[in-house]
């Protein structure tokens, strides 16, 4: 069998994690106080901060990302990416605790498969959906998937390049103060075809929904 390079673009893609802005949280306390007189004795601070206002943060169902090499299931992995080894390969963060994702990629005859699997966990569940918004409106085309997390989105584009098509879905799902960014492709180097739009769609979604499962099993 005659081995074909894979086009560069394939072979330098690596899926792209997205930075994000953490909300800070500011608080703030009145400082101006009364003068006190010589002869009567200070109030305690504790009775002065119990009456001045106060902000906390707003709780987080997820404190960080779980290992997204061990969000899909093994069996899932290989009928996706065929001829993979379904350990994957996490890529370097410099913030593992908000931003984790695990990549595989394989050739198999010239049949060609790359799945990521990335978890972004940003501090409030308002962060989160400004954020889930923002990366859909990016999108053009696809549509809402149903009952996947607290809101889910799925779209698939071809491209070509130098003759050779390929076909890739992105499934983002919004979950509390976490998103889920599944990114699954295909090509064929024989036909220079990509896959359908109904498998690369539904191999995303199909991963997606086990990668949210993982996120709410580590929150639990």
Do not use: H
Request: charged fraction near 25%; include cysteine; glycine fraction near 8%.
């Amino acid at each position: 069998m005659r081995s074909l390079p894979l086009p560069l673009a394939l072979t330098a893609r690596l899926a792209p994690v997205a930075v994000l802005a953490c909300a800070g949280w500011v608080m703030s306390s009145g400082t101006d106080q009364e003068p006190v007189a010589k002869d009567k004795t200070p109030e305690k601070s504790g009775t002065q901060s119990e009456s001045a206002p106060s902000a906390t943060p707003e709780p987080k169902t997820y404190a960080g990302a779980p290992a997204p090499c061990d969000s899909v299931a093994e069996k899932t992995v290989t009928s996706l990416v065929p001829g993979v080894k379904a350990a994957g390969k996490e890529i370097p963060s410099t913030d593992t605790a908000s931003r984790r994702t695990c990549s595989w990629n394989a050739l198999k005859g010239y049949d060609y498969r790359w799945l990521d699997v990335a978890y972004e966990v940003m501090d409030s569940d308002a962060a989160a959906e400004k954020f889930y918004q923002r990366r859909i409106e990016e999108k053009d085309g696809g549509g809402a998937v149903p009952g996947l997390g607290d809101a889910a989105y799925s779209v698939v584009n071809l491209t070509s390049e130098d003759d050779q098509k390929t076909r890739e879905g992105t499934v983002v799902v919004l979950a509390d103060n976490a998103l889920v960014v599944i990114t699954y492709n295909g090509s064929d180097f024989e036909t220079k075809e990509a896959p359908s739009t109904d498998v690369i769609n539904k191999g995303a979604i199909k991963a997606a929904k086990e990668a949210v499962a993982a996120l709410e099993k580590s929150g639990s």
